[in-house]
Every structure is written in C-alpha cells, then in structure tokens.
C-alpha cells in the first residue's frame, strides 16, 4: 500500500456514497466489487462520453483477473507435485501414481511456485493500475 492507493480507494467510497445516495454502501461491498459499483456509477453519471474509458477500464480487469487465475492454476501444480512427491517419499512402496522421476516433480514444485509468485506481482501491479488509473 502506497499513499496513492489509500488516497483512490477513499475517493472511490467517497464518490460511491455521493452518487448512489446509500450511506454506509462501503459495508456492502467486497473490494473486487468496489470499482465495479464505481464504475457502474460512473457510467450513469457520464453516459456515452466515458464509453472508451470504461472499455480501457474493463480490460485492465479482465487482464487482473487473468493473473490471478494463472497464478492459481500455477500454485495448484506446484502443489499437487509437491503432494506427489512428499508421497514419493514417505510411501516407497506405493505404485498407483505414474511413474514420474523425483527430480522432475522438484522441477514442476519450483517452477510452479516461482511462476505463480511472478504472477501475483504482476496481478498486484493491474489492480494497483485499475485502482489509480480510476
């Protein structure tokens, strides 16, 4: 957290409350949700002008929510090889999963985490634009 952000996110709840005319609206909302309701007030309030910035808007949310799922799915990797191998280990004798070398399964462990941490950061950095860009 930045001061920039601090600063959008009371703007947006600011702004929020003003134009929907519901106090306390901040209590109702999850913060995923928050610029969705913010845009959505701002449509009404801009109407076909802001067509385009809501577009860019849109977009810059779907590629968040693309990191986010992209990293999760990563994250899932790494921790079914980690599973699979920490069975490797304490269960020798155990001939139901394919055979897959150890060194392997540590390979996909890292590079699952490591991706899925790059990932996040860069999610973190959409919805840090999403949220000032506002």
Not at 19 to 27: D, I
Request: glycine share 8%; aromatic share 12%; with cysteine.
């Amino acid at each position: 957290m930045n001061p920039s952000i601090v600063e959008a996110n009371l703007r947006i709840a600011e702004d929020s409350q003003r134009y929907s005319g519901l106090q306390g609206l901040s209590l109702f909302e999850a913060p995923g949700d928050r610029l969705v309701l913010y845009r959505t007030f701002m449509a009404d309030r801009v109407g076909d002008r802001g067509k385009t910035i809501l577009a860019e808007a849109e977009s810059t949310h779907r590629r968040f929510l693309f990191c986010q799922g992209v990293a999760l799915a990563f994250f899932l990797l790494a921790l079914h090889s980690l599973s699979r191998l920490l069975l490797r280990v304490f269960t020798p004798w155990d001939t139901s999963f394919p055979s897959i070398h150890s060194v392997w399964l540590v390979v996909i462990t890292i590079l699952g985490a490591l991706v899925s941490f790059g990932l996040r950061i860069v999610a973190g950095r959409w919805w840090e634009y999403e949220l000032v860009g506002v």
